[in-house]
């Protein structure tokens, strides 16, 4: 009896952890419930990230001799990480040499997994620009967090739809609407939308430098 009470009770453990797991996952992957107040400090994070970044490609381009383009080859602007660069390193926006910026990680309360930051150069966004833009993205981000950057800049809540990044191309320079190219209607340098292809994911966007 004592053995068949120890067993019921190991059971007992098991299924309250589990449940407790359900309780701290979202409805995709691995996505934690978030309040609407963490939600919005997150969002805030990821807005300042690509904001901070865009004075400084800026002058990099304008004084520092830099190109939005790698053409003539070896003078684009690149976004290595530290330590990862290629010369010269004045090209590099997060070496010291270059644009010295800080190399920045998303918050976790905004991956679903491990991510990170990626450079592209896949989208069009109509009233921005009329060529791909290089923007600063960050794929799969939980739903609440992509409603809440679009609120905090003043976008209300709704989500906008648009084509999916497939293949997300990180930008080399030379790759302006390559891979999965996306054309998105919006005049706003920084959102989130979602892939309008069955559950598609929330992506956020913040435009580094319009074209």
């Known amino acids: 009896e ?5 067993f019921l009770i190991l059971i007992a453990v098991a299924l309250f952890a589990a449940l407790a797991h359900s309780l701290t996952s ?11 107040e963490q ?13 901070s970044l865009r004075p400084i490609v800026d002058k990099m381009i304008l004084m520092g001799g830099v190109l939005d383009t790698d053409s003539p080859a070896g003078s684009g602007i690149l976004f290595n990480a530290p330590g990862a660069g290629v010369a010269p390193l004045t090209r590099e926006l997060f070496d010291t040499a270059g644009g ?23 989208l069009t966004l109509s009233g921005v620009g009329s060529n ?14 992509c409603q809440m950057i679009n609120a905090n800049l003043g976008q ?17 320079g030379t790759n302006y609407g ?11 340098h920084a959102f989130c939308y979602q892939e309008a292809t069955g559950a598609g994911r929330f992506i956020y966007v913040n435009v580094i430098r319009s074209r």
Do not use: W
């Open 2 to 6: 004592r053995g068949n009470a120890v």
């Open 26 to 36: 979202g409805s995709k992957g691995s996505h934690k419930l978030l309040t609407i």
């Open 39 to 51: 939600a919005r400090i997150t969002a805030d994070e990821l807005i300042q990230s690509g904001n």
């Open 100 to 122: 010295n910026a800080p190399y920045m990680t998303p918050p976790t309360q905004a991956c679903n997994a491990t991510c990170a930051y990626v450079f592209s150069g896949q």
């Open 132 to 145: 791909p833009a290089l923007v600063m993205l960050l794929v799969d981000i939980p739903q609440l967090v």
């Open 156 to 172: 209300g809540t709704t989500i906008p739809t648009g084509g999916a990044l497939t293949v997300v191309t990180p930008f080399d």
């Open 178 to 188: 390559a891979a999965t190219a996306v054309t998105l209607t919006t005049s706003s």
